[in-house]
């Protein structure tokens, strides 16, 4: 069901933080910047061969990302799946007693269909699936 890794999603305090080592340090290019209200976050996309650096900071103090700093501080937040059928894969990941975050998907980035399933179920790694339309 796993076609590439879409994205690595990194937590940051600040987007500028992440942004002086992925673009000014190594000199990856942004695709671009948004907010994903949903999700409470500030999103910026860099570019890395056919995937994704995803540079996430928080827009309130509720947000998933704003707990995972304040718990672990910056970091690998989550690994994005593409996948070709996203409700096929949750149904899938279901069938085999995976722990959903999302049970059905939601718009991520970049208007992308996403669903996270829980660390628990996938040896500790928040684990991102991602349909683009
Ligand atoms: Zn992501």
């Known amino acids: 069901m796993a076609i590439k890794v879409d994205h690595i999603g990194i937590a940051t305090r600040e ?6 080592v ?3 340090t190594l000199g990856l290019k942004v695709a ?3 907010e994903v209200e949903e999700q409470g976050v500030r999103v910026a996309m860099l570019e890395l061969g056919d995937t994704h650096i995803e540079l996430l ?3 309130r ?3 998933a990302v704003a707990k995972f700093v304040e718990k ?11 996948v070709e059928d996203i409700q096929a894969a949750l149904a899938e990941l279901r069938n085999r007693g ?10 991520g980035a970049g208007g992308c269909l996403v669903a996270f399933v829980h660390p628990s179920s996938t ?5 991102e699936l991602v349909q683009h339309r």
């Not at 987007?15 to 002086?20: F, I, N, Q, S, T």
């Not at 995976?98 to 718009?107: F, G, K, Q, S, W």
């Not at 040896?123 to 684990?127: I, T």
């Open 57 to 59: 900071e928080s827009l």
């Open 98 to 107: 995976a722990r959903l975050v999302d049970e059905t998907p939601r718009i």
């Open 22 to 24: 992925w673009r000014d």
């Open 15 to 20: 987007l500028a933080e992440g942004l002086a």
């Open 61 to 63: 103090p509720s947000s």
């Open 123 to 127: 040896n500790g790694v928040l684990l």
């Open 32 to 34: 671009g910047t948004e």
């Open 72 to 82: 672990r501080g910056p970091g690998i937040h989550h690994i994005a799946i593409e």
